[in-house]
């Protein structure tokens, strides 16, 4: 299956899978529906990493996604807080070694 896209106004709505490849073209169509822009997923049956990575971005740039699904909301979040708890576990490291590198 292949991604649909129709815009009305300034909705945006995607079917079917939300591959990398669609980013650039989904983006393309937000921008085209200016600054009020919705995008809609109540039709998204899949999506990739990339997808969901543009997904919080749009959030955060003020865009309303509507009608994701469960699956989808649990792993925008996932990924908003995944970064955050890699680099507290880094900085963990680095201070243990730190702490090593003293006692020798």
Known sequence: ?????ERAQARVRL?????????????TEIEGCGPSAVLDL????LISVEGIHF????????IRVLNAS????EWMSRERTWPQARRKRSKGRREMKSEDEENE
Not at 42 to 45: G, M, S
């Open 15 to 27: 079917s079917g899978e939300f591959r990398s490849e669609h980013v650039a073209q989904v983006k």
């Open 55 to 62: 997904l919080i971005a749009c959030e955060a740039k003020g």
């Open 70 to 73: 469960p699956y989808v909301r």
């Open 42 to 45: 109540e039709e998204l049956d």
């Open 1 to 5: 299956m292949t991604l649909r896209i």
